[in-house]
């Protein structure tokens, strides 16, 4: 064998051993929210069960900042091994894409499914001080003082920025946005009253709905949610497209051995099954989305569609 052909086999078989010994490390999944928000609790929890059932530690890294880019980037710029990985969301591997353009990364190209994880509903929400209870007086008082009233967000070009843009959209509303880095950041401006109104995860907005911190005056979700009886869905309001728009997903660089990839997900998928979790999930208003690695490519051909359509002729970009 000439010495070109056995240093090839040779890096070859090291390749193979160190994708079967998978893993044989620490692994890391960067998240794009700041700690404490509903993303980074998902994470966390992920991260307890896939750590035992893959018998090493995972460390959860928070790299909030630029619509999810940042922590994106910082996932790319490591090899694809399997060690680091992205809790992606529709934000960063959809939306993103009206917002930053050119964008520093094609989710299509740039990464790999391991797996869905979970779809959660949204909720509008208000600073009771507002007198705002529901949509229709959201209607009129933006009728009255068009972009006098702001709304919060987890960030340029976040689903919690967009959704907000797809309704206004739709309603012929004009409110003035205002971003933040993250959603903790968001609420707690709302809730002080230096913005008005806020769409954030249910799970993070209920809490402060119920200690009446916050008016709720629309969830978007199939249909009304057990624990905001009286508070109608964006259908109910004549609203369209608002089902199933935030989704979370792990990922990693595309060139991730398969093998890697078949345990992330295997793990994955036990996570989403545990009885404990889902009951933890239920509890967080989140639904798990269990199935295979390639689910997250076609999430994203679907939603780009979606979206494209929904909000492709609004002038979004970040200058």
């Known amino acids: 064998m000439c010495g070109v052909s056995l240093l090839a086999a040779t890096a070859f078989s090291s390749a193979s051993t160190a994708a079967s010994d998978y893993p044989a490390r620490p692994i890391r999944i960067v998240v794009s929210q700041q700690a404490g ?12 069960s896939v750590g035992k059932t893959l018998g090493t530690s ?20 490591q090899p694809a091994d399997g060690y680091t ?35 959660v509903p949204f909720a509008l929400v208000a600073n009771p001080k507002t007198g705002l209870k529901t949509l229709d007086d959201l209607r009129a008082a933006s009728k009255a003082k068009p972009d006098h009233l702001t709304f919060a967000s987890s960030g340029n070009g976040n689903s919690t920025h967009l959704v907000v843009e797809m309704l206004m959209k739709q309603t012929g509303m004009k409110l003035m946005h205002i971003p933040f880095k993250g959603e903790p950041d968001g609420l707690v401006s709302t809730i002080g009253g230096t913005t008005d109104l806020m ?25 009304r949610l057990p624990d905001l009886p009286n508070v109608p869905t964006a259908k109910e309001a004549g609203l369209t497209g608002f089902e199933n728009i935030g989704w979370s997903a792990i990922a990693a660089k595309k060139g991730t051995p398969s093998e890697a990839i078949e345990k992330l997900n295997h793990a994955t998928q036990i996570f989403l099954a545990d009885p404990t979790v889902v009951k933890k999930l239920s509890e967080a208003q ?25 909000i492709g002729d609004l002038n979004l970009a970040v200058n």
């Open 85 to 119: 990985l992205f809790l992606a969301g529709v934000s960063q591997m959809v939306l993103n894409k009206f917002v930053y353009k050119p964008l520093a990364y094609s989710p299509e190209n740039d990464f790999v499914g391991i797996g869905m994880l979970t779809t």
């Open 199 to 223: 769409a954030p995860v249910v799970g993070s907005a209920l809490p402060l709905i119920k200690q009446g911190k916050l008016t709720a005056l629309l969830v978007f979700s199939d249909s």
């Open 58 to 77: 995972v460390v959860v890294e928070n790299r909030p900042g630029a619509g999810g880019s940042i922590a994106a980037q910082s996932v790319l710029s």
């Open 37 to 48: 928000g509903g993303t980074d609790t998902i994470a966390r929890l992920w991260a307890e």
């Open 286 to 310: 989140v639904q798990p989305m269990p199935g295979p690695a390639s689910a997250l490519q076609q999430m994203i051909v679907q939603d780009t569609k979606k979206w494209e359509e929904a």
